[in-house]
């Protein structure tokens, strides 16, 4: 009995040894450091305040194959540590769309979507965090949802289905690492460790060694990048397995958030399906190869004729086509088109839609995930905002097209705006808020202008669809914003690739373009750059003071002398000091004026913030105004010491020798 005992005892110890060890080994890794952070959610402090922030190297966690260069990121932003009792805090989740792709900030959802709650709810405090990412799947949306549960959410709002083929860990993604939905969850569950890490990280060097170029290649896109398998058939072994995971991680999704029981609202997906062609058209296998050629030639006569605007001479082509084989994408959506220009409602989107469910590169999802979405809704009695109805409704001929998305399903600014609003009627109309919304309700035209979102903002937009759309599996290189003035484009498309190749930052794009409108006097537009960047970084004292500087120009100085004063509250600078005195003295606000630019000279003397001519000319404007107080003793001070710092200072001499000859002085400025 003895003898067993010492044996189970000792196995036991052998067995523990290891876990010991690899326990201790996750310690020292931790405390050293080791590795990326691929915590979803950290916490930074600002003005020794802490707050949560978003981590944007997560994205490291789904992506080992990708480029470094192209892995995305998420956008820092940050939200409250110690959540106030009037706040209303909201997750968003899920891919490129959720992102706000191709755009930033303030044209971003939630952006556009905090806009709206704080103006129907305005004695609320609204934290609207975008945890969306490109190229993430189902996947990746569980393990965030994991992690978000513990950061008091009132609302989940979750966008997503259209990367489960080729976002990471898809089906046929260049991340995939396994078909099993089990082997995927553990393997990102493990991805919180860092000893798991150092394995990885040892096994990627290795395996890089035996990556094909186009994989390493940080040129091509990321959409290019991701997808390993390009063609994926209309229900074969590879679409089924998509379908499978969608809906068990939707699930899965849906009744984590429900047992903490917080709100959950997901939407219907839409894509371009009108103006968008299938990127792959295939044959069935069955088809032999002349019927293939036969098919590719009656076709030929369809497109003939249809841009010869036979449409009904098209359609009998593409008849004698399906009879030959009713696979091929392009076949339905051509058909779509003929029946487009003859009216017929009710065949043109069934066909689009078969088009776009064809497709043999599933960049957009199926019809069938939207019936997905559709049914774990009802049986899971769940809130839904059916989107691909709402922007149906909303395009021409009901049917989604450029109109309000950029390419193949990513929106434009207008398709965000439009996303935007019927996120918020969502949230109105479910009485989540605990409070009535205001009764005056806004119109669309002021939330357009609160948005904050200039020509620049669509300008780089606009950029990096032209960078997508140039290169697979684009045909042709789309652009979103057509200018009418060359001059305009030249000057905002400048700013942006600067921006773009990080020669400048967001705010320093912005000011450029503002000063493009101000040299042409357009200080509306002007003023909307200045007010773009205000809204990002409130506490940043330089848009207040160029907004002030504007209003200044036009003489505007009640509105200069507001804005002068806002910049004033955040940063104590002796220039602006200054520029507040040049308000008052225009003004002939004397008094006022005259300790504007004592304190100008004071701050100035203490931390040497002016140049010498600008010291030169708070002593001029000081002496200004001791002139007309007829204190020209005083005046006379100031005058040599403005001419001591500048010499060439010739208003400054003029006065001085009008003042030593006691000529009565006239001031006008």
């Not at 975008?130 to 989940?156: K, M, Q």
């Not at 009998?316 to 009879?323: N, P, R, T």
């Not at 002796?574 to 006022?592: C, E, I, N, P, R």
Request: aromatic share 12%.
């Amino acid at each position: 009995m003895r003898q067993r005992l010492k044996k189970i005892v000792f196995i036991t110890i052998c067995l523990l040894i290891p876990v010991l060890f690899f326990f201790l080994l996750e310690i020292i890794l931790r405390l050293t450091g080791y590795g990326d952070d691929l915590k979803l959610i950290r916490t930074t402090t600002i003005k020794n305040q802490k707050f949560y922030q978003l981590n944007p190297e997560v994205g490291r966690r789904y992506f080992s194959r990708t480029h470094r260069d192209l892995i995305p990121q998420l956008y820092p932003q940050t939200f409250e540590y110690q959540k106030s009792a009037n706040t209303f805090r909201i997750f968003l989740i899920g891919g490129s769309t959720m992102a706000g792709f191709p755009y930033q900030l303030n044209a971003r959802i939630n952006s556009l979507l905090k806009d709206r709650l704080e103006s129907y709810y305005p004695d609320r405090k609204f934290e609207v965090v975008n945890t969306g990412l490109s190229a993430i799947n189902s996947f990746s949306v569980l393990d965030f949802v994991d992690e978000l549960v513990n950061y008091e959410p009132d609302l989940f709002i979750i966008y997503m289905g259209h990367n489960e083929f080729y976002g990471a860990y898809g089906v046929s993604s260049l991340e995939k690492i396994s078909r099993s939905p089990g082997f995927i969850r553990a393997y990102l569950n493990l991805n919180k460790f860092k000893l798991f890490l150092l394995l990885r990280r040892t096994v990627q060097s290795v395996s890089h060694l035996f990556y094909s170029a186009a994989e390493q290649n940080a040129s091509r896109t990321l959409m290019a990048s991701v997808a390993e398998k390009n063609v994926i058939p209309l229900h074969s072994s590879e679409y089924r397995l998509a379908k499978q995971y969608f809906r068990d991680n939707l699930d899965r999704i849906i009744l984590k958030i429900r047992k903490q029981h917080t709100p959950l609202l997901i939407s219907t997906l839409f894509s371009n399906i009108r103006d968008q062609e299938p990127f792959i058209s295939l044959f069935a296998d069955k088809t032999p190869t002349q019927s293939r050629t036969e098919w590719e030639n009656c076709f030929q006569l369809g497109m003939d004729a249809y841009r010869a605007e036979k449409f009904s001479n098209a359609l009998d082509y593409f008849s004698l086509c399906a009879a030959i084989d009713s696979i091929p994408a392009k076949l339905y959506f051509q058909t779509a088109k003929c029946q487009l220009a003859l009216n017929d409602q009710v065949n043109t989107r069934l066909n689009f839609q078969k088009a776009r469910d064809l497709d043999g590169l599933r960049f957009r999802a199926p019809s069938e995930f939207n019936q997905i979405i559709k049914n774990l809704s009802s049986q899971r009695q769940l809130p839904i905002v059916d989107l691909e109805k709402i922007f149906n409704a909303n395009s021409p001929h009901n049917i989604v097209g450029n109109e309000l998305v950029s390419e193949h399903l990513h929106p434009n600014f207008d398709g965000y705006f439009l996303m935007a609003k019927f996120l918020a009627r969502a949230i109105m109309e479910h009485r989540w808020v605990a409070q009535k919304p205001a009764s005056n309700f806004q119109s669309d035209n002021y939330f357009y202008d609160i948005s904050g979102v200039t020509i620049f903002d669509r300008a780089i937009g606009d950029r990096v669809i032209q960078k997508l759309t140039s290169q697979w599996p684009y045909p042709k290189q789309i652009s979103i914003i057509h200018y009418s003035d060359q001059k305009l484009k030249a000057a905002i498309e400048k700013s942006v690739i600067d921006y773009l190749l990080g020669k400048i930052s967001w705010n320093q794009g912005h000011y450029q373009v503002a000063d493009y409108f101000e040299n042409l006097e357009d200080y509306d537009r002007a003023l909307r750059e200045y007010l773009a960047v205000i809204k990002v970084v409130p506490e940043n004292f330089f848009p207040y003071y160029k907004a002030g500087n504007l209003f200044f120009i036009q003489n505007r100085l009640a509105e200069a002398e507001e804005w002068f004063k806002q910049a004033l509250a955040l940063n104590d600078q002796a220039f602006l000091h200054a520029k507040l005195g040049m308000v008052y003295l225009t003004q002939d606000s004397v008094s006022k004026a005259e300790i504007k630019f004592r304190k100008a000279i004071e701050i100035d003397s203490k931390n040497q913030q002016l140049s010498l001519q600008e010291k030169a000319q708070a002593h001029y404007y000081l002496a200004i105004c001791h002139t007309k107080n007829q204190k020209n003793d005083l005046a006379k001070q100031e005058l040599r010491q403005a001419l001591a710092l500048n010499p060439s200072h010739q208003s400054a001499q003029k006065l001085l020798t009008l003042l030593k000859t006691n000529t009565k002085v006239h001031i006008k400025l």
